[in-house]
């Protein structure tokens, strides 16, 4: 490692330092462990809004200093790799989500009396990627099933999935819903992505070209309804990502604009008039929360992932997975519509981050109120 890289690891650690150290005398969480990713990363802005909105004393790994000095894989490695004994010295409590390492760390830390959680988001399922996971998918899997099980106590973020876990894994986690900024959210400007891009009144996907968000579902029903305009924002979506990855054209009337940072995503949900998702399985996803938290008209498939979020007609539309050319029926129907202020209410007073994080707090401080009469 050179000097300039060692340089920004030291700046890393003199910052970390200095909030372990403006931690001190306080019942602290170490809450970890997700990079940003460059346009959507869910988990990680799940735990910057912990760090936001909870009243306890969060550190979140990696921390924010690493983003701004850490450039390299090898850095960020190394940042990884040098966690470990420091937090467990440091921190009272251990929040994990889906990392191995850190889920590594938090159970030292169990070992040594300190209460852990542990967020189940969702897991890898074989026949959402043909059937043939990575190596590093099933590390996960295996890491998430046998080790994140032992945790104090396990959350789930959907419904669906405290039912999963238990049925199949014989795991008891208990339903804290994933959360939406709602603050952020109220913050977008359509006006903005009109500008920049000279879209307006078009069909919203936001996600990723993965098999298990089934973007191709999403242009075969832009291509099914040529006068009306579609957009898609997320990684290797772009018309040459389509045609590589899933092996289809894309219709003249769909624009792939590849990722987008999180702030102009939220800008094009703002000026979308119909927002669209057709993931064969998801957690409880953020993206959908954010959209119906703008009162936007949302399309989504009839299965366990969405019925958290939309409970109710009034909360958006429902359409049959089997079926194509219901998903195009149904978007028909929801671009009929302008907004729809109930999903709006049902997300800011189910899923908006101060309530969510008024459970969670309300978690933290049992476990360490526990661990103090131990």
């Known amino acids: 490692m050179g000097l300039k890289s060692k340089y920004r690891q030291w700046r890393v650690a003199h910052a970390d330092n200095a909030r372990a150290k403006g931690m001190q005398g306080q019942q602290s969480v170490a809450l970890g462990f997700a990079w940003r990713a460059a346009n959507i990363g869910g988990v990680r802005r799940h735990l910057e809004c912990i760090e936001k909105y909870s009243q306890h004393a969060v550190a979140l790994y990696p921390s924010t200093p690493s983003h701004d000095f850490l450039k390299t894989r090898d850095e960020r490695s190394q940042y990884h790799a040098d966690l470990g004994d420091p ?9 994990s989500h889906v990392d191995p390492d850190f889920i590594a760390i938090a159970q030292r830390a169990q070992k ?3 209460p852990w959680l542990h967020t189940y988001h969702l897991l890898y399922f074989p026949e959402d990627w043909d059937n043939n996971l990575a190596p590093w998918q099933q590390k996960i899997n295996d890491c998430l099933l046998t080790q994140a099980s032992k945790a104090d106590l396990c959350l789930s973020v959907g419904t669906w999935l405290v039912d999963w876990l238990e049925e ?28 920049a891009i000279g879209l307006d009144n078009f069909v ?4 990723s070209i993965a098999k298990v968000k089934n973007p191709a579902a999403f242009v075969e029903a ?5 006068d009306q305009k579609f957009v898609m924002i997320g990684t290797n979506l772009t018309a040459e990502g389509i045609r590589a990855e899933l092996k289809i054209d894309v219709p003249p009337n769909l624009i792939a604009l590849g990722p987008l940072s999180h702030a102009q995503t939220l800008d094009a949900m703002s000026a979308c008039k119909t927002f669209v998702m057709t993931s064969h399985r998801e957690g409880l996803p953020t993206v959908l929360l954010e959209a119906m938290s703008m009162g936007k008209v949302c399309v989504a498939p009839r299965l366990p992932w969405s019925s958290d979020a939309i409970r109710l007609p009034e909360h958006g539309f429902l359409y049959d997975p089997e079926d194509p050319q219901d998903l195009v029926k149904t978007i028909d129907a929801a671009t009929e519509l302008e907004v729809m202020p109930m999903a709006r209410q049902h997300v800011v007073d189910s899923f908006s981050w101060p309530v969510v994080a008024r459970q969670l707090d309300d978690i933290y401080s049992g476990q360490l109120s526990s661990s103090a009469r131990c």
């Open 87 to 95: 937090l467990i010295d440091r921190h009272s409590l251990f929040h």
């Open 112 to 114: 040594a009396g300190k």
């Open 168 to 195: 199949n894994h014989g795991i008891e986690t208990q339903f804290v819903p994933n959360g939406v900024d709602v603050d952020a959210c109220d913050q977008a400007d359509g006006n903005r992505f009109r500008e």
């Open 204 to 207: 919203l996907f936001v996600n």
């Open 222 to 226: 832009a291509r099914a309804r040529p």
